[in-house]
Every structure is written in structure tokens, then in C-alpha cells.
């Protein structure tokens, strides 16, 4: 069966460095999704995207986080200075369609900021 | 402002009971709505989405949408102790693509 994939799946940096997170959506999926859940919180969605462009983004989503398909098959979340609160897990989704469409999860990347 | 309550529990029934577990939103308009079980350190994985009022059975599984009340709930029959997890209500905004989470309701079903 089909399924997210995400890469790495843990990751540790230092305040104030450059990471990116990896995800190989569903094949035939065209929206893709990041989401990040704090530990002991609730997962809170970062951003979407479809046709190469950032469709809708919350308020978490500011300057430091950048998305991109730098291929046909992958998807990255850019956090260029990391902070201490960018500690959490992050999920990659991924949907056929758009607003009615179940979105399916990949592992995660549990980010741990020093 | 887009927010989904659940009852953050824990939620505890006995093996081979009914563990009911319910959701409320605040866009009267939405229309999607789906439930995920989360196992500690793991990610959101589906069990069913729902998008019409009424009821929709998978297997052990009934979720319950009232559309005029704003809530949706989730019904497992015959629990088991692998449904231990956090469950998740997620909704679909009607001005919005993205799922907004509920903060789950985490279930303990005892042997």
C-alpha cells in the first residue's frame, strides 16, 4: 500500500541552524501538507501546497520556514534558524484532492533544537 | 476563529465495551470531518471520514455527524486493548484545505 515516507527521522541541531526536513509524498497525490505536533500538544498545521505553490499557511508559518518540490517525488520543510520551540514532531500529509480528501500522514521527523 | 474541543480524558472502558468519544467544532458550515488514532511517539492514522449528518459504520467503528449541533462522535464497539491510543478529531474548515485538530481524547481499554 502506498504510504508517506519522511526522512530523517530524528534530527538534532544547534539554536540558530539551518534544517530540512524531508517527505516523499503519495505518488498521485497532488496537495501536501506539513503539520508539527509540540510534545504533549495537539498537532497544529504549518502549511499546504499544490501546483507548486503555497496554498495556505497559518500563523506558525513565518520568514524562517520555506517549502519546496525540488523534484517530482520530494517535499521539504526549511527551517533556516532554528529555535529552542522548534522542538517537535513534524508530519508530512498528503492528498488526492483538496478539501474533502482524507490526507494521509507520514512517520515524522521528531526535531530536537539545542 | 476555527476550533474543535474534545474531552481530553483518559477515557477508561473495560475490554469488549462501546467507548464513545465525541468532538464539537465551531463552523457551523464545515463539512468534512474525519477521526485519527494516534499511538504514543507515532503519527495521525485514519480510521474514517464522515461528511454527510448521520451515522457511518466501518467495522467496529460508527462515527456520528449533527451537522446543527456542530458535533461529531466516534462509537468502538467490542474495545479492544489495542485501541488504546489518542484519538483525534479533525475537521475541515469551510474557508480552508487544512485539517484543524481537536487535542485528542485519550483511550485506556483494560483487560
Known amino acids: 500500500e502506498p504510504e508517506v515516507t519522511q526522512t530523517p527521522s530524528h534530527q538534532v541541531t544547534q539554536m540558530g541552524q539551518e534544517v530540512i526536513l524531508r517527505c516523499v509524498p503519495i505518488?498521485?497525490?497532488?496537495?501536501f501538507y506539513w503539520y508539527r505536533q509540540i510534545l504533549g500538544q495537539k498537532v497544529e498545521f504549518l502549511v499546504s501546497?499544490?501546483?507548486?505553490?503555497?496554498?495556505?499557511k497559518s500563523e506558525i508559518f513565518d520568514d524562517q520556514f520555506s517549502v519546496e518540490r525540488p523534484d517530482g517525488s520530494n517535499f521539504t520543510l526549511k527551517i533556516r534558524s532554528t529555535k529552542l520551540e522548534d522542538s517537535a514532531m513534524y508530519f508530512c500529509?498528503?492528498?488526492?484532492?483538496?478539501?474533502?480528501?482524507?490526507?494521509?500522514f507520514g512517520p515524522g521527523t521528531r526535531l530536537l533544537v539545542l | 476563529q476555527k476550533e474543535v474541543e474534545q474531552n481530553s480524558g483518559p477515557l477508561s472502558v473495560p475490554e469488549g465495551a462501546i467507548a464513545s468519544l465525541n468532538c464539537t467544532y465551531s463552523?457551523?458550515?464545515?463539512?468534512?470531518f474525519f477521526w485519527y488514532r494516534q499511538y504514543s511517539g507515532k503519527s495521525p492514522e485514519l480510521i474514517m471520514s464522515?461528511?454527510?449528518?448521520g451515522d457511518k459504520e466501518d467495522g467496529r467503528f460508527t462515527a456520528q455527524l449533527n451537522k446543527a449541533s456542530q458535533y461529531v462522535s466516534l462509537l468502538i464497539r467490542d474495545s479492544q486493548p489495542s485501541d488504546s491510543a489518542t484519538y483525534l478529531c479533525?475537521?475541515?474548515?469551510?474557508?480552508?484545505?487544512?485539517?484543524?485538530f481537536g487535542p485528542g481524547t485519550r483511550l485506556s481499554v483494560l483487560p
Open positions: 501546497f499544490y501546483n507548486n505553490e503555497i496554498s495556505e
Open positions: 479533525a475537521v475541515i474548515f469551510s474557508n480552508g484545505q487544512n485539517f484543524v
Open positions: 463552523d457551523r458550515v464545515s463539512q468534512s
Open positions: 464522515i461528511y454527510s449528518n
Open positions: 505518488s498521485n497525490h497532488l496537495y
Open positions: 500529509a498528503s492528498s488526492e484532492g483538496g478539501t474533502k480528501e482524507t490526507q494521509y
